[in-house]
C-alpha cells in the first residue's frame, strides 16, 4: 500500500510544502512541491476583462485581479460564460468580460495562462465547460465503467442546457452510489453559484478560489491503494480532517509527533532533492542517466557507466532498468512537454519493441497525461507529458 506524506519544506529561506507518495517498499514514486499560496493563481477563475486580441498569434490578453495581465490562446475559448458581452458577434471581442480560469502559473516573464474552459473538481468526479460529455476514467474495469455511466445519465439530465460534461475519475470505482451523488450534487452547486456570481462582479474580481494544490491533490488520490495520510503540522491535519472526513473515518490520516526525528528526516526529503536537482542519476547496475533540461524540451541520455558489459542481453537490462527510472524522474521533478531519450543502442527488432513495451507501461502510472511517441530516425526515443505545474527546478530557482 501506498503511503502519502505532506510536510513543510525551507528552501533559501522559503517555506514550501512537499507532498510525497512512498510506495509498499517506502521508495518515493512522486513528489510535488507546492509554493506559498500567495504566490500561485492556479486554478483560480476570475471574471476576465478582455483588453486585446491579437490575430498574428491567435491570442487575446486578458485581465484579471490586481492589473494581473494573461494570456488567452484563441482555441482555449470554447463555451465561454460571458459576464458581459458588448458586442453581438458570438467571437470573443475587446472588451467583453467573460469567466476564465488560471491553467498556468507567470513563469519568469511569461504571463499566467487562463482559458475560458472553466473546470470544477469533486472528490471522485470533475465538470468540465469544454464539452458537454458525460464520461468515466479510462482506466476503469468495464463493468464499473458501465455502472458510473448509467449514473451519470441518471444524475446530470439537464447538463447540456447548463453547458457542462462531468466525469468520473479512477478512484470513483467501488463507491456507493449515495457518495458518488452527494459528490456530483457538490460541483453541480459549486459550477452553478459561480454562474451567478460573476454575472454580479465586476472586471478582475475572484468569482473562486480552488482549494490549496496539497488538498485538490488529496481529493483525487485512490484510496483504496493508500493506507495512510501522514502530515506533522496541527494546521496541515486539521485541514485534511476538515475537507477529507472520509479519510478520519477510516482512520487513514495521522499527525506524526516525534521532536527527535521530523517527517523530512524520517524519509530522506533533503537527500532526495538534492538528488532532483542533480543532473545525474545513478542506476543499481553502475549504469546513470544524465537529464537536462533546455528550454522548449528535455534531453536524457543513458550510459553504460561502471557496468562495461557489452553483452546484448545486458545493455537491454540496462535499458529497462533506465525506462523505469526514466519515468519515476519525470513524475518526480515534474518534467513536461517534449522528452527526447538516447538509450544504448539495441540491434534486435525485438527488444526494441520489448523497451517500447516497458516505457509505456510506466508512463501509464504517471497522474499526469504522458505518452511514448515514436523512434526518430536517430534512434531517439520522443516523449511527451503534459504542462500541468511548474517544474521542481523552476519552483525552487
Known sequence: MN????????HHQTEYLAYLVLDENRKLQELQVFEPEENTLLDHIYVGYVEKIVPNIHAAFVRIADG?????P??????????????????LCEGDELLVQVVKDAVKTKDPVVSTKLVVHGHYCFLSTENTCLGVSKKLS????????????????????????????????????????????LVQKEY???????THQNAGDLVYRN???YLARLKAENFEKTDLVLTDGQDLYQEICAYLPHLVEEKKVQLYRD??????????LRGNMQELLSSKVWLDSGANIIIESLETLTVIDVNSGKNRSRREEALFAINVEAAKEIARQLRLRNISGMILVDFINLKKKEQQQKLISVIREELQKDSVPANFIDITRL???????????????EILS
Open 68 to 72: 494581473q495581465k494573461c494570456y488567452l
Open 3 to 10: 503511503r502519502i506524506v505532506v510536510t513543510k519544506l525551507e
Open 74 to 91: 484563441l482555441n482555449d475559448v470554447k463555451n465561454p460564460v460571458y459576464t458581459r458581452k458588448l458586442s453581438k458577434k458570438e467571437a
Open 142 to 185: 468495464q463493468e464499473e465503467s458501465k455502472r458510473l455511466s448509467a449514473l451519470l445519465e441518471n444524475t446530470c439530465k439537464d447538463h447540456e442546457a447548463e453547458g457542462y460534461g462531468l466525469v468520473f475519475r479512477t478512484n470513483a470505482g467501488a463507491v456507493l452510489e449515495t457518495e458518488l451523488c452527494e459528490d456530483i450534487e
Open 379 to 393: 534512434g531517439l526515443v520522443e516523449l511527451t507529458r503534459k504542462k500541468v505545474y511548474k517544474s521542481l527546478r
Open 211 to 213: 482549494l490549496p494544490g
Open 259 to 268: 521532536d527527535a526525528v521530523s517527517l523530512s528526516t524520517l524519509y530522506h
Open 192 to 198: 452553478r453559484a459561480l454562474k451567478k456570481t460573476g
